[in-house]
């Protein structure tokens, strides 16, 4: 009998011991990865800084471009309006509309889908019953 609790003890000893090492073999392998993403995600946002203001100086070269032909208000006002439908056209391309749901702005409603089995007419009956 005491062998036998002996045994078990070792047993679960043994099977803690593997839980330990397996969970620190995770965490340590979680950390490593999260190190990468953490230093690719700071490179992400430091592109996308850089990308911000070569854009505003982008936009400010052609707004001072236009400006040397048209009025200064003109100028800054074909700038917004070119960078508007820049930003219309990009968020569209990021969230096509899917096939079949109404265009926004033209006030068409969706049509609704063709039943797969035509409708039974002069039954008392309700589907799913046992009547």
Request: charged letters at 20%; glycine letters at 8%; hydrophobic letters at 45%.
């Amino acid at each position: 009998m005491q062998r036998s609790e002996h045994m078990r003890q070792l047993d679960q000893h043994l099977v803690d011991e593997l839980a330990h090492v397996a969970r620190e073999s995770v965490r340590a392998e979680l950390r490593e990865q999260a190190r990468g993403q953490r230093r690719r995600a700071a490179l992400y946002a430091g592109s996308g800084a850089a990308a911000l203001y070569a854009g505003a100086a982008a936009a400010l070269a052609v707004g001072l471009a236009l400006a040397l032909v048209l009025p200064d208000w003109a100028a800054a006002l074909i700038t917004a309006v070119v960078l508007a439908t820049a930003a219309v056209a990009l968020r569209t391309a990021a969230r096509p509309t899917p096939p079949g749901a109404p265009v926004p702005g033209t006030g068409a409603a969706p049509v609704p889908p063709v039943p797969s089995t035509p409708p039974t007419v002069g039954t008392d009956r309700i589907p799913g019953s046992d009547r």
